[in-house]
């Protein structure tokens, strides 16, 4: 989620006194049928987007990110955690094993999310304050950053399935633009105006199509990826002024996990991102949506109430929540590599959290730069990167 500095800075404030002063957060009413939904299966496996890798297990599309499922691409990477500071353009960066800051390093103008890339071999800071923009690639053997690329308004950086594409969200310009992930030379563009905070995507089990988040409009739009056009629209209608953020593909393929702020849920869709199916109540600011590493479980950050949802990645039903004691505001983040930890960025409270993922228990809060966002965990299992904060297959 893109603010302004100085309005995220505002925000911050507001929810620390509101949290200080016991001031509740506006109150939806959300009525959801969390049963098990009529999910749509997932396209056929051998049917995939020319040139995907073909996938490992066809019932989980995260079977190779399983703990020491190392590509090659991670031998001699740094096991470091990479936090971009919004409001201070710089990134944090913390050794895992002692949850201490060992460096910090320049993000460009407002850093918002660090992206491996496809081949794993690359880190990119991606820094928006428009009208300018920056991807600074960082090697993670040494955990130190090169010469950024000059890129408009990278909010948010994803990669085609099969690779030959990386796409830059260009949320300011409600554009998806498509750039050669090598030389960085521009593709084409693919203009969403009806999408206002274009921001997060997943693509189906195909690799055929992706789901992406319309922040600001309250829906949701479905990306032909070979085609490179728009095929869908979704209105949302948990809530008048819904706010979608993550959007995730469930491990067996299914079903789409769409994370909503205002209406502090999951929204569920099929796996064929054709059709809404239902609603699942998390928390207030639903956020950030990862997965354990054996599949079974989805964890949902709830920025608004300090919590961590946890769900079965096969009903969809609540099974736990963990919260952050005295209060936070966990955004985005990832999975430890041996599946142990799950990382979050405190997104007001200017820090990091760690919670252990058999115990729900924090093991600790380290404090960073200000307004942290889409922090990264290196080295990662998996063959390819999808983009975000580590969405691999």
Same mark, same amino acid.
């Given at each position: ?13 507001f ?18 049928d ?14 995939l ?9 066809a ?46 390093f ?23 304050e428009?009208p ?14 090169g ?16 690779g ?5 969200v ?16 521009r ?12 921001n ?7 690799g ?11 829906r ?12 869908r ?11 979608p ?20 849920g +999951? /929204?569920? @869709? #099929? ?11 998390? %928390?207030? &600011?639903? $956020? !950030? ?5 054996d ?12 919590s ?7 009903t ?22 041996d ?6 960025s405190?997104?007001?409270h200017?820090? +990091? /959290?760690? @919670? #252990? ?11 960073? %730069?200000? &307004?942290? $966002? !889409?922090?990264?965990?290196m ?15």
């Amino acid at each position: 989620m893109r603010f302004r500095k100085a309005f995220l800075g505002l925000l911050g404030v507001f929810g620390l006194v509101a949290a200080a002063c016991g001031v509740p957060e506006p109150d939806h009413q959300v009525h959801a049928d969390v049963s098990a939904p009529t999910a749509v299966p997932a396209p056929p496996q051998t049917d995939l987007l020319a040139g995907m890798p073909p996938p490992l297990d066809a019932g989980d599309v995260y079977a190779a990110t399983r703990p020491g499922q190392l590509s090659e691409a991670m031998d001699g990477v740094r096991n470091l955690v990479y936090v971009p500071n919004s409001l201070d353009d710089t990134v944090s960066v913390i050794d895992p094993n002692t949850f201490k800051v060992v460096d910090t390093f320049p993000g460009g103008n407002e850093p918002q999310h660090v992206v491996p890339s496809y081949d794993l071999k690359t880190l990119y800071v991606a820094a928006d304050e428009v009208p300018g923009g920056t991807l600074t690639p960082v090697d993670p053997k040494t955990g130190k950053p090169g010469v950024p690329l000059q890129v408009q308004d990278p909010y948010n950086l994803y990669f085609t399935p099969d690779g030959s594409s990386a796409i830059v969200v260009a949320e300011y310009y409600k554009r998806l633009d498509f750039y050669d992930p090598h030389t960085w030379q521009r593709q084409g563009q693919v203009s969403v105006p009806d999408c206002a905070g274009v921001n997060h995507m997943d693509f189906t089990a195909d690799g055929k199509l992706a789901l992406v988040t319309c922040e600001f409009a309250n829906r949701m739009i479905v990306l032909d990826v070979a085609g490179r056009r728009q095929v869908r629209t979704f209105q949302l209608d948990q809530v008048h002024d819904g706010m979608p953020q993550d959007s995730r593909l469930a491990p067996d393929g299914s079903t789409f996990y769409v994370a909503d702020m205002m209406a502090g849920g +999951v /929204y569920l @869709f #099929d796996g064929a991102a054709s059709r809404q199916i239902g609603f699942v109540p998390t %928390g207030k &600011g639903a $956020h !950030g949506i990862y997965f354990s590493r054996d599949s079974r479980r989805v964890f949902v950050a709830n920025r608004g109430e300090g919590s961590v949802s946890v769900l079965d990645s096969t009903t969809h039903q609540p099974i736990g929540k963990w919260q952050v004691p005295g209060g936070g505001s966990p955004d985005m983040g990832g999975v430890s590599a041996d599946g142990k930890q799950l990382w979050l960025s405190g997104r007001y409270h200017n820090e +990091v /959290y760690v @919670f #252990d993922t058999d115990t729900g228990h924090l093991l600790a809060r380290i404090r960073v %730069g200000a &307004g942290p $966002h !889409g922090l990264t965990y290196m080295p990662q299992p998996g063959r390819y990167s999808l983009g975000h904060t580590g969405n691999l297959r």
